[in-house]
């Protein structure tokens, strides 16, 4: 993995801190940016921000020439197939700060979030060609996939690309067919991996532990009469993908230390429960959480969820989900 293994959410930013000068931007439209430099930009959803990404961002940071042009990040939010298609909700990998916080690792100069919508999906692919990359965003090169389509209706592609770049004087260089299909295949089997529960798989591509953020909110606290207490979690962002229903041993940051336990996901059969549900049991933790945002990784799943014949089968099972929870994590940090 390129991040060290078990790095939360906030433990990445800390680490970031201490380790990466921050020359990051953010802004949220491309009119918010002014350049002082000619830049080298990329342009996509970047989902994930996995290997597959950091390769690209990796070419994008080196094509800087320590410092002549700056490197831009050009991704858009919503994601345009929820505008041009209307699917409504889909289930991203990264929520947009998610997304930030990664693309801050890898060492760009500016990130633009810029507002997709049907007016901008109309413009024609010279005009966002002028307008954006020439006029705005003051381009020297921009490193894209070979197969990359632009303009309204997608109708403009590499070639129409390479043509405006001739007109407009500034560079565009190609990713391979194979770093593109591998970068797609990754995404896919991330997702695909997350649905079935096979999350180190996932984790192995994605390059850092597969994480979501949510707040604690106030359950049955029926957890709390069989011993094992949980902080009840509803996802801030609804578009965000959450794995397979079942047992996980996951991790957080609470109040800068490293807290462990394991994690549920679904809807509690053996106590009647009729809406799905993420709860975490942390190991070592008595602390009210309520209210409170966590940030929790998931590094290991257990078992699919079950319906038990009786509450104290399945406090026997938590019991047995909990040994091993600890033993794998002492196996995998000691003196976690």
Do not use: W
């Not at 990264?94 to 997709?116: A, C, M, Q, R, W």
């Not at 993420?278 to 190991?283: G, L, R």
Request: with cysteine.
């Amino acid at each position: 993995m390129i991040f060290f293994n078990l790095v939360s959410f906030l433990e990445l930013r800390i680490y970031l801190c201490k380790n990466i000068l921050f020359t990051l931007k953010k802004y949220n439209s491309i009119f918010e940016f002014s350049a002082t430099k000619k830049t080298i930009i990329t342009l996509g959803t970047f989902d994930g921000v996995h290997l597959g990404h950091q390769a690209i961002l990796k070419k994008l940071v080196n094509a800087t020439e320590n410092g002549t042009y700056e490197s831009l990040v050009l991704t858009f939010y919503p994601h345009p197939r929820m505008v041009l298609n209307q699917e409504g909700t889909m289930h991203l990998l990264n929520t947009i700060e998610e997304k930030t916080i990664l693309l801050e690792k890898s060492g760009i100069d500016h990130l633009i979030v810029h507002p997709f919508d049907e007016k901008f999906s109309k413009l024609s692919a010279e005009a966002f060609v002028k307008s954006v990359l020439v006029d705005q965003l003051n381009i020297h090169k921009i490193i894209i996939g070979y197969d990359h389509r632009f303009g309204e209706n997608r109708s403009a592609n590499i070639t129409d690309l390479i043509e405006f770049g001739k007109k407009y004087n500034f560079e565009v260089v190609q990713i391979n067919a194979e770093e593109i299909n591998e970068i797609t295949v990754s995404s896919t089997k991330i997702r695909t991996a997350l649905l079935d529960g096979a999350i180190e798989f996932a984790n192995q591509y994605l390059g850092y532990d597969y994480f979501f953020s949510g707040k604690v909110i106030k359950g049955k606290q029926l957890g709390r009469t069989i011993g094992f207490p949980t902080a009840n979690i509803i996802l801030l962002e609804s578009y965000k993908l959450i794995p397979k229903n079942g047992v996980y041993v996951v991790y957080s940051t609470i109040n800068n230390k490293s807290e462990y336990g394991m994690m549920n996901i679904g809807y509690n059969p053996t106590v009647g429960e009729n809406n799905k549900t993420i709860e975490v049991h942390f190991f070592d933790l008595n602390e009210d959480l309520y209210d409170k945002i966590v940030n929790v990784s998931i590094v290991k799943f257990i078992r699919t969820e079950e319906k038990f014949e009786s509450i104290d089968a399945l406090k026997m099972q938590l019991n047995k989900d909990r040994e091993f929870s600890k033993t794998y994590l002492r196996e995998l940090t000691p003196g976690a």
